[in-house]
Nanobody, 129 residues
Framework: QVQLMESGGGSVPAGGSLRLSCVASGRDVSENCMAWFRHIPGRERERVASISASGDIDYGDSRTGHTESRFIISRDNAGTRTSLYLQMANLRPDDSGTYYC?????????????????WGQGTQVTVAA
């Protein structure tokens, strides 16, 4: 069983930055797609960014506010555990929500959260106007 643990959320003013981290344990996920999703109240859970096992990166669409210009996803497969990161800059109040790390047991990634069976508990991001 895969366990995912996020950290790094918090409260920042608009224009601020945060770096989210996720550590995977329990099983080797170095050959898995890994992704960041977020849930904003009143909206469906949406993909922020994903990174395949080979390093192919996709960022969210217009629903997520063109995050490719502000967010950077990366992963580190070194050592015995895989870590996933999300560097977020120029944060806006509409970025506020709960951010989740997720993985699926395939190398490639999909946009839909239904394709990801493993999830962390989430970390809260609050951006004040």
């Amino acid at each position: 069983q895969v366990q995912l643990m996020e950290s790094g959320g918090g409260s920042v003013p608009a224009g601020g930055s945060l770096r989210l981290s996720c550590v995977a344990s329990g099983r080797d996920v170095s050959e898995n797609c890994m992704a960041w999703f977020r849930h904003i109240p009143g909206r469906e859970r949406e993909r922020v960014a994903s990174i395949s096992a080979s390093g192919d990166i996709d960022y969210g669409d217009s629903r997520t506010g063109h995050t490719e210009s502000r967010f950077i996803i990366s992963r580190d497969n070194a050592g015995t555990r895989t870590s996933l990161y999300l560097q977020m800059a120029n944060l806006r109040p509409d970025d506020s929500g709960t951010y989740y790390c997720a993985t699926r047991e395939f190398r490639g990634c999909f946009r839909s959260p239904d394709e990801y069976p493993y999830w962390g508990q989430g970390t809260q991001v609050t951006v004040a106007a």
